[in-house]
């Protein structure tokens, strides 16, 4: 399978722990874009990479979040000082750039539940 | 800023019948919409898209056409199957390279 992949699929952690979860976009992807998604809601716009740079990040990702994308392949997100409120699935899509509207291909998300 | 507004659900039809979930946006410009489809434990999907005024996005038996002068991106299935039973999510990229979703929509299809 060479869609997008993400680990571990499912995480349980105590308030105030830190996580981190990874992504591994389709190869010769190029952009990479965070997600969350809230039970009820559509998936909100975290942040988004092309290449190893980070472009653009939401109001929604405070200081306690970060992500990398080191060598433009692989990316963290990582919650420090986990809340309850951080319980969500966090989703990873990957895009080639090129001429056009490019498609982001999704992965099946992260389920992060803070106790 | 952008946002995109649909219908409430969940939506339970019969197998056959006749699907419509409005869809609505807001967006400065000339945004590119999509539907994406969300089956039971899988992943995000795109399910069609449209970029321009009047562009029909159609793909296994869904259409949704876009229309800027109701800024509305309806999806449509003449005769839903079974099969169809997902959340639907209704998006749209302006300017950024951000996708703004709606809060989606669970389809249930009954034999």
């Known amino acids: 399978d060479t869609g997008v992949s993400q680990n571990p699929r499912h995480k349980i952690t105590k308030r105030g722990q830190n996580v981190t979860f990874r992504c591994d976009p389709i190869?010769?992807?190029?952009?990479l874009y965070w997600y969350r998604q809230t039970l009820g809601q559509g998936p909100e716009f975290l942040t988004y990479f092309q290449n190893e740079a980070q472009l653009e990040k939401s109001r929604l990702l405070s200081d306690r979040f970060s992500a990398e994308r080191p060598k433009g392949s692989f990316s963290t997100l990582e919650i420090q000082r986990t809340e309850q409120g951080d319980s969500a699935m966090y989703l990873c899509?990957?895009?080639?750039?090129?001429?056009?509207?490019?498609?982001?291909?999704f992965g099946q998300g992260t389920r992060l539940t803070v106790v | 800023g952008n946002s995109v507004t649909q219908m409430e659900g969940p939506v339970t039809l019969s197998e056959e019948a006749f699907l419509t979930i409005n869809c609505t946006y807001t967006a400065t410009g000339y945004p590119s919409l999509f539907w994406y489809v969300q089956y039971p434990g899988e992943g995000l999907q795109l399910l069609l898209k449209a970029t321009k005024a009047d562009d029909k996005g159609s793909n296994k038996g869904f259409e949704a056409t876009y229309r800027k002068e109701t800024t509305s991106f309806h999806l449509e299935k003449g005769s839903v199957q079974v099969s169809d039973s997902a959340v639907y999510f209704c998006a749209l990229r302006g300017g950024s390279e951000k996708l703004v979703f709606g809060k989606g929509t669970k389809l249930t299809v009954n034999p």
């Open positions: 899509a990957s895009s080639l750039t090129g001429g056009g509207i490019t498609e982001a291909f």
């Open positions: 190869s010769e992807h190029n952009r």
